[in-house]
């Protein structure tokens, strides 16, 4: 069964949540831009994430405006006006009044009337919160406004007197996850998981990494997936030293591995996945024992994952694995502490072991609390784990190090499982993807 969509009631008690955080400020979060593809085609809207978090409305050309103080209305949409003729070529809009019955608005206007409204809604709060985002035109509107009001402030004594991100109150909401949320996280996670499973029953030599692909979104749609929740990559032999890799035309030959990231939204939450396997079922020795290694790094690094722990710990028990394996096999020669420090393994591991997931791939809130400091790990984050090693064809040694013999070039591997903190350690939402060698091979 589906789960069910976000209720009207988190979405109020989230602004409830973040207007306590904003005191006497008011906050202006706007929809996402529509896109053009080419001439007069939009790609499909993808609605921002802030806004979409805090109101759970799914249409551009919008701005919501949460104003704790307001004695009548706390939070205000601006939206598109119901237009019947525009409505039958984009489709359906809630409308004004729509709005304020379905989404919990106080009030709602017509987005073209914020120049004359908005200014109500800002002028007794003692700072405006907003990103200064990529829209420079809607920038302008809200600095112009500001700036009226600072102007007025000599006669009025109130008036916002700073302009401020509000990132670092919205986003350590977003940070931890519902039990909402996390139904559709594992949903995400559940049909990417099912997409990475028929992949590899479908690949074999002669295909073209497009043709996977194919296989991998077909089930992300087929299942009710929204489609990928990033550009697709199915990188076979050495493609898969290349971080981004997202052509996806190459013929698969016997002896390959083939590594697949990909992962589907479902009601904009993501999947994130990668794998890695041979792709004529046996792996060649140099690619099982660089394939091993990977493999222990991210079982180790997933062990790290527990509540209390810094947010860097599980990158640096990866870090650490993948030094000493590489040293045992020759490949980096020295002390491991020196090329820890001196980052001389990156030439072969150059990112880093993951990253916080949800609505954003790369979901939103900060790493560190201060220049010093990991953000420390709590139930209801949900980050990737994700290692790898990559032997480009060309890679280069760090200074001092051992030039890399033919044999290991053009390995890469990833492996990525999504994992959500819980009160006692962390639970793999992707576990249903094989990942040991023998399920590799047994093929
Ligand atoms: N596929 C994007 C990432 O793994 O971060
Ligand atoms: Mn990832
Ligand atoms: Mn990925």
């Known amino acids: 069964m589906s789960p ?53 409305f799914n249409e551009p050309e919008a701005v919501a405006v949460l104003a704790p103080w307001h004695e009548e209305h706390r939070f205000i949409l601006f939206v598109q006006p119901k237009d019947l003729e525009k409505e039958t070529w984009t489709g359906f809009r809630y409308g004004v009044e729509g709005v304020t019955e379905h989404f919990g608005a106080d009030i709602a206007y017509s ?17 405006i919160y907003y ?20 102007a007025a402030y000599p006669r009025q004594g109130t008036g916002p007197r700073a302009l401020e991100n509000p990132h670092h109150l919205l986003h350590p909401l977003r940070q931890v996850k519902s039990a909402a949320e996390l139904s559709l996280v594992r949903e995400a996670c559940r049909i990417s998981s099912e997409a990475h499973n028929r992949a590899r029953s479908f690949a074999r030599p002669g295909l073209y990494e497009y043709q996977i692909q194919a296989e991998i979104e077909h089930t992300f749609r087929l299942q009710g997936g929204m489609g990928p929740a990033y550009p697709s990559i199915v990188a076979a032999g050495s493609n898969a030293c290349v971080l981004h890799y997202v052509n996806n035309n ?23 996945i990668t794998r890695a396997f041979p792709v004529g079922g046996r792996f060649t020795p140099e690619q099982k024992i660089i394939y091993e290694l990977a493999l222990e790094a991210q079982k180790q690094a997933i062990a790290e ?38 980052e001389k393994y990156k030439p072969f591991y150059m990112h880093r072991t993951g990253h916080w997931l949800g609505l954003d791939v790369h979901d939103a809130g900060a790493y560190k609390v201060d220049e010093e400091t990991w953000q420390t790990l709590q139930p209801g984050n949900v980050l990737t784990v994700e290692p790898g090693i990559y032997i480009s064809p060309d890679i280069k040694p760090a200074e001092g190090q051992p030039e890399v013999p033919t044999q290991w070039r053009g390995v890469g591997v990833r492996i990525e499982d999504d994992v959500l903190v819980t009160e006692t350690g962390n639970e793999v939402l992707t576990a249903g993807v094989p990942k040991e060698v023998a399920d590799l091979e047994s093929l």
């Not at 706007?30 to 978090?53: C, G, I, K, L, W």
């Not at 987005?111 to 700072?127: F, V």
């Open 111 to 127: 987005i073209t009337e914020l120049e004359e409204k908005l200014p109500q809604y800002l002028a007794k709060a003692d700072r």
């Open 305 to 342: 994952v527990k509540p209390g722990n810094p947010y860097n710990q599980f990158h640096d028990r990866a870090v650490r694995v993948i030094v000493e394996g590489l040293l045992d096999l020759g490949l980096l020669a020295g002390d491991p502490e020196e090329i820890i420090k001196e």
């Open 250 to 272: 190459t013929q698969l030959q016997a002896g390959d591995l083939l590594l697949i990231d990909a992962g589907c939204a479902y009601d904009y939450y993501n999947g994130d």
């Open 131 to 150: 990103h200064l985002g990529r829209d420079h035109h809607f920038n302008d509107t809200v600095i112009r406004h500001w700036q009226k009001l600072m």
């Open 4 to 56: 069910a969509p976000i209720a009207p009631a988190e979405y109020r008690q989230r602004r409830e949540t973040l207007m306590a955080r904003l005191g006497q400020g008011s906050a202006i979060f706007q929809s996402a831009p529509t896109a053009v593809m080419h001439n007069d085609v939009e790609y499909v809207f993808r609605q921002d994430s802030d806004f979409y978090y805090l109101t759970g």
